[in-house]
Antibody
């Protein structure tokens, strides 16, 4: 069965960077796009970006351009999302989500990774 | 890429129907038939309920239906059940492989 297993919670200081991982299993890793979505405490979902199946193309929400980098390691079926210059407003649960084969049909989700930015 | 507009809350009694709107623009909802809807219970990851405006993934009850008219998409939940009480988010393709979520709607089952 398809599983997306994310890395554990992180606590970072303002100005630092965080790298969240999402390890996939149960399907052909190089066949599907992966999205990254975040949710601040008590707030709504926010789309951050997407990486293509080969890992050769990324698209980011305007808000995160210049601060976010999404990569993937096809040898380990793992996606990474790195966010730099962290500020308190970046405190959120970060999710990876895999499409089901159609535009934006994110049918499989990781369990979420809580990133806390605090001095 | 501004968030799509949803009402903050909606409610209905068990067995009734509730419809949630998702208003975008001619650049997103109005242009593409790539609107999806997600249900999220507290502390849980979102769950896909509708994709491509009106298609249901396997396992989603047919009480959930989606539609679109112009720049507004809608999710209707018929025959409301207690477990339908949750947050609901729309999501739309905006071109160039970019997406945007709606502001979210809390559905209460009275």
């Amino acid at each position: 069965q398809v599983q997306l297993m994310q890395s554990g919670a992180e606590v970072k200081q303002p100005g630092a960077s965080v790298k969240v991982s999402c390890k996939s299993s149960g399907y052909t890793f190089t066949s599907y796009h992966m999205h990254w979505v975040r949710q601040a405490p008590g707030q709504g979902l926010e789309w951050m970006g997407i990486i293509n199946p080969a890992g050769s193309d990324t698209r980011y929400a305007q808000k995160f351009k210049g601060r976010v980098t999404m990569t993937r390691d096809t040898s380990t079926s793992t996606d990474y999302m790195e966010l730099s210059s962290l500020r308190s407003e970046d405190t959120a649960v970060y999710y990876c989500a895999r499409e089901g084969g159609h535009h934006g049909d994110n049918i499989f989700w990781g369990q979420g990774t809580l990133v806390t930015v605090s001095s | 890429q501004s968030a799509l507009t949803q009402p903050p809350s909606a409610s209905g009694s068990p067995g009734q129907s509730v419809t949630i709107s998702c208003t975008g623009s001619s650049s997103d909802v109005g242009r593409y038939n790539y609107v999806s809807w997600y249900q999220q219970h507290p502390g849980k990851a979102p769950k896909l309920m509708i994709y491509e405006v009106s298609k249901r993934p396997s396992g989603v009850p047919d009480r959930f239906s989606g539609s679109k008219s112009g720049n507004t998409a809608s999710l209707t939940v018929s025959g409301l059940q207690a477990e339908d009480e949750a947050d609901y988010y729309c999501n739309s393709f905006v071109g160039n492989n970019i997406y945007v979520f709606g502001t979210g709607t809390k559905v209460f089952v009275l």
